[in-house]
């Protein structure tokens, strides 16, 4: 019998693309996707649970499986307010792993940020340091942190700055090398191979930098 994974953040590039990637892998006889709203894609092995993520508890019978991935993420420009960027980038995240805790789920792996740093004085890095953190401490059997760098390929959002950020990467990448490797913008479906590969091989550290999710999949 194969596996069931439970998607957090199907609607958002990279947990799209690890979805596709997932309906293709022979491994997976199910995949529970967790949204608010459809990823409008018809196959026999989704189960589509469409919910306010601010209240994921309240489906703790239906948050069962082998693994939770978990893509949830915003951006400062797309939540200006602080109080709800930390309910989306620290509470639904964390919430996810106490739930998967509770349900014996042995396998959790988070998108995180490099630079996350619980003890950071700017705001993102501090959110996803403490994510981080409180999701390491449920003590699951399997716990991965991702934390790629500036995440490549094209969004259906209008995000300025972040476009000419990925043009400026593009031209900054090649002369990133050595301890400044890690630095260098990063494709999502690389993200998503990785995290296929960790829920299905075994890997020493449970933060994992971006130069590193490259060389796993390579």
Known sequence: MGKTAIILGATGLTGGL???????DNRYDKIKLFSRSTCG????KIEEHLVD????????????????FCCIGTTKAKTPDQE???????????SAAEMAKEN?????????????????KVFYSRTKGRMEEAVLAQHI???????????????DENRLGEKLAKM???VINPFLIGSLAKYKSIQPETIAKCMIFLDNNSY???????????????
């Open 18 to 24: 690890l979805l596709e990637q997932l309906l293709d």
């Open 41 to 44: 894609i018809h196959h026999p």
């Open 53 to 68: 993520l601010f209240e994921l508890k309240s489906h703790q019978e239906q948050f069962t499986g082998n693994v939770v």
């Open 84 to 94: 709800t960027y930390l309910k989306i980038d620290y509470g639904i995240p964390v």
């Open 104 to 120: 014996g789920i042995k396998t959790y792996i988070v998108i995180s940020a490099l630079g996350a740093d619980k003890n950071s």
């Open 141 to 155: 059997p399997n716990s991965y942190v991702l934390q790629p760098s500036l995440i490549g390929g094209s969004r």
């Open 168 to 170: 400026a990467m593009a």
């Open 204 to 218: 020493p550290d449970s933060r994992i930098l971006s130069d590193d999710i490259k060389q796993i999949v390579n």
